[in-house]
């Protein structure tokens, strides 16, 4: 394989899908020796096989607002790839939503899920749909028409979305109750339901529980931890939430959050109530983080700015793709932060990750640090499968286990002869090992 080569046939038949690009080089240039020291998945043109999505749906979502009026958004479904399971993976609303973002998360996930020692496979999906001012009825609606077209393609051993960006427990609920009249089942269909009506616990704070759980794996092997460390976190949203309250309990401090308006930076920490009012936040609708700096005493709101220009010790970025660049990643560095676990999706421009990397900082990439939330997706399904509700203490315990062997993936595959490791690389090996052999075996389909 010719890492250049193949990147240069992809742009030509995809141009400007700029995201799923980036997401494909970095995997490929991680892989590239592996690759080539396997001259079977030359063979079988792995490569060219594994970075085309299966298949990608298309369709119109009409709806009407609490006006009357008549609109008309895009839903999208990509199935990338199934080699170790169903399609798994979530659902992003969000008005930036296009082919390019969801590829790239859908490529991503491939990976994420291969990593979590679950039989899933790689998909995502989603709509241009701004769910901001929207009121809960229009939600309702839109996420009803939405199913009315998604029912087609999915099912719980075919196809299994989530959530991602605007789509949390509500939208799952209404997007789960159109499906269950169509199909006429009650199935496991789709993952993150809620508690009474066969979701799993801790799946809400999984994404952030783990990332947590990864960077302390991060830190151990630089005999640290998060007691008494300063800690900025981006996004106010789901991830981000469960990420301040694992933070909190390990005894570090939260001291930023953001959201599209700017950062908030409070120096005496985001705990307690303050961590639940995030939920407040969200659930507000109004798509701004400011109204944090009015609620608490000695809180500063800073327009128009990424919170990594606050001096910290660790950064778990929790909102969303390239929301951490090169300038971000110098002030980091200068700043003597230690650690950058990454809970949002590539949150980390290529240029961020090389200083962060050339620093000898430890950095997890998202596939590998957010896999909690998909991994947690992975146990809830197993429940469902098995007619079984498990509780706090067993959902919780597999997905710290499930975390702990990502970690040590990552460094069996990634660990230089300085002993610096790559989790990029470690983390890109081994989950397209497990995919690509599995591929092998199948034959060419
Ligand atoms: P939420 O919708 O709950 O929160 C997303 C957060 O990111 C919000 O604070 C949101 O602000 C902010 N955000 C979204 N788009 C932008 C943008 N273009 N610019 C600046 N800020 C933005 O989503 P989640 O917390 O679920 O998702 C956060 C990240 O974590 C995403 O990258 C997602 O793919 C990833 N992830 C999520 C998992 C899950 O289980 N939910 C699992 C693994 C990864 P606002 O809405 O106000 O724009
Ligand atoms: O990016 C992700 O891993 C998710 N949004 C969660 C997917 C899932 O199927 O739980």
Redesign the pocket.
């Known amino acids: 394989m010719n890492v250049d080569k193949v990147l240069l046939d992809l742009e030509k038949k995809h141009p400007g899908e700029d995201e799923y690009l980036q997401a494909v080089r970095e995997v490929l240039e991680s892989i590239e020796e592996v690759y080539n020291e396997n001259p079977q998945f030359e063979s079988a043109n792995i490569v060219e096989r594994l970075i085309e999505p299966d298949r990608i749906f298309t369709f119109k979502i009409p709806w009407v607002d609490d006006e009357g009026n008549v609109h008309v958004n895009l839903g999208f479904r990509i199935q990338f790839n199934n080699a170790i399971g169903p399609y798994k993976g979530?659902l992003?609303f969000?008005p930036?939503v296009n082919l390019s973002i969801l590829k790239f998360?859908g490529f991503e996930q491939i990976f994420?899920n291969s990593l979590t020692t679950l039989p899933m496979g790689g998909g995502k999906g989603g709509s241009d749909f701004n769910?901001?001012g929207k009121s809960d009825s229009e939600i309702m609606r839109f996420c009803q028409s939405f199913m009315l077209e998604l029912w087609k393609y999915i099912g719980p051993e075919t196809d299994i979305p989530?959530?991602?960006?605007?789509?949390?427990g509500r939208e799952v609920g209404y997007l789960y109750g159109m499906y269950k009249k169509l199909a006429s089942e009650n199935t496991g269909v789709l993952t993150?339901k809620g508690i009474n009506w066969g979701g799993s616990l801790i799946?809400p704070e999984?994404?952030g529980f783990g990332n947590v759980y990864f960077a302390k794996e991060m830190l151990a092997t630089i005999d640290e931890t998060f007691k008494g460390k300063r800690v900025a976190i981006?996004?106010?949203?789901?991830?981000?939430?469960g990420a301040a309250l694992k933070v909190t309990e390990f005894g570090g401090k939260v001291v930023t959050l953001?959201?599209?308006d700017g950062y908030i930076y409070d120096p005496n920490g985001v705990s307690g109530d303050k961590i639940n009012y995030m939920l407040e936040l969200?659930a507000s609708n109004?798509?701004?983080?400011k109204p944090y700096s009015y609620e608490f005493e000695g809180v500063e709101f800073h327009e128009g700015k990424h919170p990594w220009e606050v001096k910290v010790d660790i950064a778990l970025p929790?909102?969303?793709?390239n929301?951490l660049n090169a300038e971000d990643a110098e002030n980091l560095v200068k700043n003597g932060c230690i650690c950058v676990s990454e809970?949002?999706?590539?949150?980390c421009t290529p240029e961020a990750i090389e200083i962060l990397q050339k620093n000898k900082i430890l950095y997890g990439p998202?596939k590998a640090a957010?896999?909690?939330?998909?991994a947690t997706?992975g146990l809830e399904m197993s429940q469902n499968s098995l007619k079984l509700h498990w509780g706090i203490k067993e959902v919780d315990g597999r997905l710290h286990e499930i975390m702990i062997n990502i970690h040590e993936s990552c460094v069996k595959n990634g660990k230089g002869e300085d002993g610096y490791v790559d989790y990029v690389k470690g983390a890109n090996i081994a989950g397209f090992l497990k995919v690509a052999n599995a591929m092998l075996d199948h034959g060419v389909l």
């Open positions: 979530g992003r969000h930036s998360l994420k769910p901001k989530a959530g991602d960006i605007g789509v949390g993150g799946r999984a994404t981006s996004g106010f949203g789901n991830v981000a939430w953001s959201g599209p969200r109004e798509d701004i983080v929790c909102a969303t793709q929301e809970g949002a999706n590539m949150p998202g957010n896999a909690g939330g998909v997706s």
